[in-house]
């Protein structure tokens, strides 16, 4: 159940997308990839459970959208209502209110939708702000 958003300067236009969450499984590898909403992609994702969300989010510091894992659980959830509800457990390192930060400057303001406080200002032209809006829901 990902929701994508717009984020776009009131002065110069510039605009920028996020997306998320989106529920990635681990691989006999470890890696990252992609769980399937509402269904499964593959038998593979459906043997191995929810691992986690991933989202991708903008850093207004940087001017970049990362690919980051946003909560991952101490064991991958069977059920999608269990990770969507939050009925497993978070590890660790992601039940802290700033696990997920910029990769490159550390930034924990991350933009996902609408941020709670003031808009960013715009990094393109340094005058307005990123007013964000959903543009649909999957
Ligand atoms: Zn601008
Ligand atoms: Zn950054």
Redesign the pocket.
Known sequence: MASCYLHKCDHCGYSVQTLGLNEFYRDARGRRRPHGHPAPISREAERSGIAGFSANLY?P??D?VYDLVVVEFERPAARSLDAWMGWVKPKEEYSREDAVR?P??G?AELLLGPPEGKPPMCSRCGRGRLISEEIWIS
């Open positions: 850093c510091r940087c970049r910029c490159d400057c930034n």
